[in-house]
């Protein structure tokens, strides 16, 4: 069997420590048990198959994709085992860790300046357009703008859910960044049951949170945050608002501090995107006076971000103190 036979059906662990109204309770997925070490292997798989299906990905071919590191990790996994050429681009904040798994599992990673505005020709996305372009029977995902994004958490993620905990759901929290987690798990959740709330959560930096709230898209509020795999400097397709009841913002602090929590309270090594989705979770969890579920989602390991979030002196330098735990308070 190959690696892609064990994507999906990961544990849903429920969280105890954190200070929530008594009969709020709060689960999480644990994605970073997916074979690539990502939520991410779901809708490469999912994307591959497809176009396998249809003939557009022909054997030998090349994969070119824009990744902030998980995806790409998922393509450079599953192209291994079918026997693809990967090349992959990704903004110059991506750890060091990311990089050398891809460049370990035999990719081309090509790194770009995330200081790049959207559309420019140092774009990490622009780049891969570019690549792919140039590149004679080449493959692109498009996982910002392809459908079968959120159709894979559709088929996947969101029954995995609803299976394990039923009617139970109150609400499904998560952060997005090309949307297909929040859109398709909670299109599927909603129509289980349509009272099911949603809650994206969005870094301070990121265009999505005043998008929703007010449908602007500022260029001036774009501004750089250290939190890898959510928020976005453009509107992705694949980003269903119509599904989505809340955005909340979140800070890298918060994101961080709730990494730490989860470490050494939890014993769960997790990445920067689950110190947001948990954080938010406890944020929603903290509005609810009678017994309700929060379900999230932990999309990667903690051990891609040794030399970062979980490095003192990484945290010190760039404000964060030393990783010691604080009050996890809203940002908003």
Known sequence: MKIQSFIGSTPLV?????????????????????????????????????????????????????????????????????GYRAI?????KVSKEKQDALRAMGAEVIICPTSA??????????????IHAETPGSFTLNQYDNPLNGEAHFHSTGPEIWDALGRSVTAFVASGSTGGTISGTSRYLKMKNPSVTSVLLDPVGSIYHRYFHEGVVDPSQ?????????????????????????????SDADA??????????????????SGANVWGAVQ??????????IVTVLPDSGNKYMSKIYNPDWLTQNGFGTGENRELEPTR
């Not at 690539?36 to 490469?44: A, H, Y």
């Not at 505005?117 to 570019?130: D, F, L, T």
């Not at 750089?224 to 119509?242: I, N, Q, R, T, W």
Request: overall charge negative; glycine content about 8%.
């Open 14 to 82: 429920e969280l105890t420590t954190f200070d929530v109204p008594v009969g709020v309770r709060i689960f999480a997925k644990v994605e970073f048990m997916n074979p690539g070490g990502s939520i991410k292997d779901r809708i490469v798989s999912y994307i591959l198959d497809d176009a396998e299906r249809r003939g557009v990905l022909k054997p030998g071919a090349t994969i070119v994709e824009n990744t902030s590191g998980n995806t790409g990790a998922s393509i450079a996994a599953l192209a291994a085992t079918r």
């Open 284 to 293: 929603v969890a903290r509005t609810l006076a009678e017994p309700a579920t």
């Open 117 to 130: 505005p959207p559309g420019s020709e140092k774009h990490y996305v622009s780049c891969a357009r570019r």
């Open 222 to 250: 774009i501004a750089p945050y250290f939190v890898e795999g959510a928020g976005e400097d453009h509107l992705a397709k694949c980003m269903d608002f119509s599904v989505v009841d809340d955005v909340i913002q979140f």
């Open 256 to 273: 961080f501090a709730t990494c730490r929590h989860l470490a050494t309270r939890e014993g769960l090594m997790c990445g920067g995107t």
């Open 88 to 92: 992959l681009t990704m903004p110059d």
